[in-house]
């Protein structure tokens, strides 16, 4: 078993068929928040758009906010 000290997760491909931004960023900050395992101990949410990383911090603190 691996055991990654840290992890950088891209944003999701998202259409105009799927979700949007914003939902996408959630689900992933959702998914990392219930995933209580030691490993990795950090997570990076990257992104080349400067926008994209601004919503990755806004789910980030609407999971802190427990939104």
């Known amino acids: 078993m691996k055991r990654l000290e840290s992890l950088a997760f891209p944003s999701m491909s998202t259409?105009?068929?799927g979700?949007?931004?914003a939902e996408a960023a959630r689900a992933v900050v959702l998914e990392i928040v219930a995933h209580k395992k030691a490993f990795p101990e950090n997570v990076y949410l990257v992104d080349a758009q400067e926008e994209v990383i601004a919503i990755f911090e806004?789910?980030?603190q609407n999971a802190k906010r427990g939104l």
Do not use: L, N
């Open 15 to 17: 259409g105009h068929e």
């Open 19 to 21: 979700p949007t931004v």
């Open 58 to 60: 806004e789910a980030i």
